[in-house]
């Protein structure tokens, strides 16, 4: 007996995900999205449309072609291709549950591995680029101050790009003990406390801001959150234009993400302990900190420092005159 993926989504999402499960917000989001894409893959290729497909018309081979699809054509990362396919699994194991007469098909897609992948080389800004990066942005506009306070923020609290969006103007205290509050990755709440500076700068933004429509802290021009994509397109136009000045950051993908790792590294380079970051950044464990430890090439010096023996004069090495080399090479 056949049945129509339509009836089985609409309950996933209406019903189980956000019911029983109380996934957040964004994961739903990541699933609808991934099921939207996928539908339309399988609707191409049985010339059915999305809502005429039934579960008989999804099975290893299909799931396999459309994550190659992925990669292939829509030329996504294999990070990307994993998030997919966990959100095509999520739905057919709440199928499995209700229905185990498709448990072979179901079994047989579960099946399907993670692909394994590279991790990327992690990328952050010295303090003088972020300086640089930050006097690039005209503050004669206001577009030009919301982005200063908002990539400001950003650089020194490391918080996420769903994190700057989810900001509203009541999030952040000015008083004594400034801060800012959010609810982050997993739904956690944390404060971050704020440099004298960057709460001064915020204030000086807030008083702009209340005179505007909306409650979000960093809006568009409706006084609505901005989107991801936005945010990211607003950073792109101040990053090439600090480029004048900085040739290097012409050479350097700079995103949201590349300052809340600045953010880390800053700290890293201050004595931080990485508990403690992990804290500051709302990481779910010590563990996934540990990158930043293998990004810092003074830490792996000092380390290497420990380990030379007494009579060994520590430094640098140093080549030599290139004028004295060719002579001893005669």
Known sequence: MNHRLA????????????????????????????????????????????????LAH??????????????????NSIATRNLRLAAIKAVLTFHCATMPEHLDTIAAVQAIPVKKHPRPQLTYLTATQVRVLLDAIDPTTWTGRRDQAMFTLAAHTGLRVSELIS?????????????????????KHRTTPLTTATATLLKTYLCERRTRP????????????????????????????????CPELADTRITVHTLRH???????????????????????????????????????????????????????????????????SL
């Open 7 to 54: 009836p089985i989504l609409q309950q996933y999402f209406t019903s189980y995900a956000l019911t029983q499960r109380a996934l957040s917000p964004a994961t739903i989001r990541t699933y609808r999205d991934s099921w939207a894409l996928f539908l339309t893959f399988v609707a191409e290729r049985t010339q059915l449309p999305p809502y005429a497909l039934e």
């Open 58 to 75: 999804i099975d290893h081979r299909c799931v396999t072609a459309f994550l190659d699809h992925l990669e292939n054509d829509r030329g």
């Open 167 to 187: 900001l509203s103007v009541d999030s952040v205290h000015l008083g004594t003990a400034a801060h800012v509050a959010c609810t982050g990755k997993g739904r």
């Open 214 to 245: 909306g409650r979000a802290l960093f809006p568009n021009p409706r006084g609505e959150p901005l989107s991801a994509d936005a945010i990211g397109q607003r950073l792109r136009t101040h990053v090439h234009r600090a480029a004048r000045s």
């Open 262 to 328: 600045t953010a880390a590294m800053r700290f890293l380079a201050a004595g931080i302990d990485t508990s403690v970051i992990a804290l500051w950044l709302g990481h779910e464990s010590t563990a996934t900190t540990s990158i930043y430890l293998h990004a810092d090439m003074a830490i792996k010096r000092r380390a290497l420092e420990r380990t030379r023996q007494p009579d060994v004069v520590a430094g640098d090495y140093t080549p030599p005159d290139a004028l004295l080399a060719w002579l001893q």
